[in-house]
């Protein structure tokens, strides 16, 4: 079964420093990956997002994607974390058939605190 | 068009009653989604619809859950005999067809329901 797994639930990180979210994902066929970010009272804001191509991907907020399908790993990052990224961060990946979209697949979230 | 729009933001409601949420998708999307997600987890998938036609339900959906898309626009989920344990946030979103060029889901703001 398809599944998504981000291994940290909560992370503290200083401003400026450096911010790595891991995410593994079971999917059996090319996985369409995802990161999302909520915000306390807002609603679920699409970082980034990977189909094909280029394994780096570029998303706002000066996030950035990795896809390693040997590991089937799409971890997030960011070199200079403000202290306004604190959120809750999900991986999702994208269940399709026949070329339809047909719902997303969650991890558990990573709650990212940022000291100043 | 501004997004995804749902109403009511928030619902208190007793143990046994009734409750019906709206969501509103982004006009030109014709599939529509609603997910369920409770404090510290991500979203569960509920159901979807393209137009008008429920395409899939999830076994999380209980007889008491009800949704409806009746002309391919917004969509309705009611819940019958609330319990407590339906207390969560509700979430819809929208997206193209695969292959339309849009390919992610953009979400409301949801919906959080109280059942006291």
């Known amino acids: 079964a398809q599944s998504v797994t981000q291994p940290d639930i909560h992370i503290t990180v200083s401003e400026g420093a450096s911010l790595e979210l891991r995410c593994n994902y079971s999917y059996g066929a090319t996985p369409y990956l995802f990161w999302y970010v909520q915000s306390p009272g807002q609603g679920l804001q699409l970082l980034l997002k990977y189909f094909s191509g280029d394994t780096l991907v570029q998303g706002i907020k000066g996030f950035e994607a990795e896809f390693k399908r040997s590991q089937s790993s799409f971890n997030l990052r960011k070199p200079s974390v403000h202290w306004s990224d604190a959120a809750e961060y999900f991986c999702?990946?994208?269940?399709?058939?026949?070329?339809?979209?047909?719902?997303?697949?969650w991890g558990l979230g990573t709650s990212l605190a940022v000291n100043p | 068009d501004t997004g995804v729009s749902q109403n009511p933001r928030h619902k208190i409601t007793k143990r046994g009653q009734n409750v019906t949420f709206r969501c509103d998708p982004i006009s030109e999307h014709n599939r529509l989604y609603w997910y369920r997600q409770t404090l510290g987890q991500g979203p569960e998938f509920l159901t979807y619809f393209q137009n008008e036609a429920q395409l899939e339900k999830s076994r999380l959906l209980s007889d008491r859950f009800s949704a409806e898309r009746p002309k391919g626009s917004f969509s309705t989920l009611e819940i019958q005999r609330t319990e407590q344990g339906d207390s969560a946030m509700y979430l819809c979103a929208s997206s193209s067809r695969w292959g339309e060029g849009e390919v992610e889901q953009y979400f409301g703001p949801g919906t959080r329901l109280t059942v006291t």
């Open positions: 999702a990946v994208g269940e399709v058939e026949a070329g339809n979209n047909r719902k997303l697949i």
